[in-house]
């Protein structure tokens, strides 16, 4: 039985940021241009879809043509020192991100945040509405994955046979003890190679996602390169597997 839902246009935001050590920084929050980049997908999203198509779409939100304002938020410190927090009340998640990632808008992310020393290296986060109430109702992670899998294949710009799936898991949030559903998977497509990483979950009737992604060097990639390319992917394991959502992920 298919379900629908429409996907609402956030109201403007109300900023707050509270930074509470020095290796943490203020978040920039100001409209901010950004030119296209490799991995790009001109994709038209429908304002109402079904269930299995929810999923399916994943891989695509972060280049929606979707308008949604960035969250009231705070940037805190890190259990680590390397890594600080994003927890957003309003929509109901905590991220922790690399120091240093810069907060900037696009349509279709309810976050975005770009490392500025790798311009393709980022980390998204979307928030939407749904009418179930849990991550068995879409499918297992199995069914998931291929679901998510055959969609990254099918885009023009992945090459015969550019997907591969490195890793399928189960958790629960550290916090809230929501289900996820994680992934992370290989692509090779016409405007480069990329490792992604996705976490999702659904809780009180809201589907998350976090989507985070490296671009890989090619053949002739150095050795300082393919250090930094694995160095960066390390980090946004860690940020799949730390993402959390629902009231207790942002109490204080």
Known sequence: MAHSFAIPVLPGPTVALQNTASTCRRLAHRRVQIAGKPGDDNVAIPTAFSRRDAIVLTSAWLSAGIAVSAPAAFAVESSQPDFAVFADPKNLFRLEYP???QEVNKA????LLRDPTQKYSQIGVTVSPVKIASLAEFGSVRDIGEKLTRAEAAKESTVPGGVTLVSEGERVG???GTTFYEYEYRLVTTRGNKRVFNAVAVENNVL???NA???EKGDDATADEVAAVASVSS???RVMRAFDVGRESVAS
């Not at 279709?108 to 976050?111: D, E, I, M, S």
């Open 213 to 215: 992604q490296v671009f």
């Open 108 to 111: 279709g992310a309810t976050l």
């Open 174 to 176: 550290p916090a809230s």
């Open 235 to 237: 980090a946004l394991r």
């Open 208 to 210: 998350y996602i976090m």
């Open 99 to 101: 120091v240093g990632w």
